[in-house]
C-alpha cells in the first residue's frame, strides 16, 4: 500500500513534504495552487511551487474555475525542472475539487465543483492538454449525505483522461469532521476503471486498514501528519530513526530554514520575511501540534503562544523535558 500526504493549505511546503518524505511518505502534494493568482502574475504564487532537494515524488494541486488560466498553470507546473536532477519537478498535477472553504468555492472552484462533473470535464481536459504529467482529481463523496455525485465525477475525469482520483469519503456539508463513510468509496472503487486514493480521518493502523479494505491503490493522510509524521513510518513498518513531535520539529526548522535561504536566492524581487518572520510565520501552528497530547502541553501552549523569534523557537526545542524518552524509541 502506497501513504501520501494530503494537501493542506498553509502546511504541505516544502519543509513539512521533505520532513514527510523523511518520515516515509511515499508521496506528498503542494498546497493548492490559485491558477487565476498564476495567470495574473500574482509573484509569491510561484514559492508554493518550489520543492527542495531530496523531496521525493510531489504532486502539484492546483485549483481554479477557468479553462485558460488552469490550462496555463498544468503548462507552468509541468516545465518546472527538480532540483534533484534532470527531471520534471512533478510526478502529478492535481485538480481540488473538494474544499469547502467560502472564498474559494465563490469563485466557482473547490467543492463548488462536487455538483458540476461538466466543468470537472472541461477543466480536466484543459489539464490533460497542457501536459505530459499524469493528472488526477481530488474530490468528495457529494455535497450531502445521500448525494453521491462522486460517481459522476469519476466518470467525468474518465472521459478527461484523467490517470487517478483521490477522494475525502466525505461530504461538502461535512467539511473536514464527522464520520467518513467507506461504503461509499468502496462502492467508487468497483465501479470505477480509475485508480482511487482513499483519504479522511486516517488516525492510526486500524483506520488505514478499514481505509485498505475498500479497494483503494494508496492512503492519504492530512491532519495526523500535522501532529505525528511518523505516522507514515508506523504504518509501513519501518524504522527512520525519529519519533517524537519534538524531533521531528527539530528536523522541520532545519528544512524551513534552508527553504527560507534558497527562496531569497532564488527571488531576490520578492518579499520573504527575515529568518524571525519566517519562523514565527511559519513554524507557530506546527508546534502547536507536534506538542499536542504530551505531558504538561498546556504550559507549553502558553509558552509557545509568545514565541516570535528563530532563538526562542531553538529555546524551547531544547527543553530538557522534550528531549525523547526511551518509552519514545520503542
Ligand atoms: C488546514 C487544512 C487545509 C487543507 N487544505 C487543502 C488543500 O489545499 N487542498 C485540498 O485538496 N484539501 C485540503 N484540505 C483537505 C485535506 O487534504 C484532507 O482531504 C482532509 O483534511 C481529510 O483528511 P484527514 O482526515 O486525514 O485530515 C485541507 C484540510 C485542512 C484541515
Redesign the pocket.
Known sequence: MKYVL???????DAPFRLTCHEAGADQT?T??VSAAALFYGHGPTRHLMETMPGEGPVAC?I?GANEEEIAFTAAEASKLMSPDGDKPRFCEI?L?A??PMPRIVRCGA?ASLVTDPERVYRLLKAIVANTTLPVTL?T?LGPRLGENTVFELADAAERAGASGL?V?A?YTSQM?GGP?NLDVLAELVSRTRLPVTG?????CAEDARNMAATGVSAV???????RDPSIFARLKGINVGIFSGPEWARRHLDHLLDFRRMLVSKYPVDHVPCEDGYVGIKMHTHLFRYFSGMPGAAALRARLNSIRTLAEVREVLAMPALAPKNSDLI
Open positions: 494530503a494537501p493542506l493549505a498553509e502546511f504541505t502534494y498546497e493548492m494541486q485549483f492535481n481540488n473538494g474544499c473547490g481530488k468528495r483521490c475525502h466525505r473536514h467518513v483519504n479522511g480521518g486516517v488516525k492519504m493522510i492530512g491532519r495526523t501528519a500535522l
